[in-house]
């Protein structure tokens, strides 16, 4: 995709000459928030694009939260660039707090059966709520940084996670797929207060 060059070779030019600006969250009506993201190649690793990219989703993660919570996940997308990598980093200490993960070309390959109803938010919607169903378990495959394969299984938060984040890298965002979208405005008179985001 052409728009998405055109930043990456913004990116190299301006970083021969000055510090690069921190990544920022596209809004919501970039291209990369509605299209299906492009594999990360060989290529991709070995001209540092890959390290870069996670680096720049780290700085943005730690930057944004959305009215109290933190954000605990990102993909590519978000920061304008329309490939298949998303992070998990949870910066909390908390006894609960989630695994820190890079899932690159990432694949769920199994889905329980079950499914639940619940609240998610997003980083690049900051003022909608919603409640999507979400399966409960999902084993997912992905490249780590290093382009190693592996495999998890994950429940609850974290799988409602996961796939919060596929979803990005197929330019779906969570109103697409919600059963109810709730304003901020709603949700604090609907003391709706449990939410993902990511
Ligand atoms: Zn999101």
Redesign the pocket.
Known sequence: MVWKRRICFANAALSAIVALPMAKLVPENHPALHTIAEEITQEDFESGMVDKLIKDLKSALKSYSVDGFTAV???AP?IGVSKRLFIIEDQSNDRDSLPCLVAINPEIIKFSKKTHIVGEG????PNLYGEVRRHKNVTMRALDEHGNEYQRGAGGLLAQIIQ??NN?LDGI??PDIAERVYTKEEMESDDLHTVA??
């Open positions: 996940a990102i993909a978000q997003c980083l690049s919607l919060h984040e990005h965002l969570f985001g990511g």
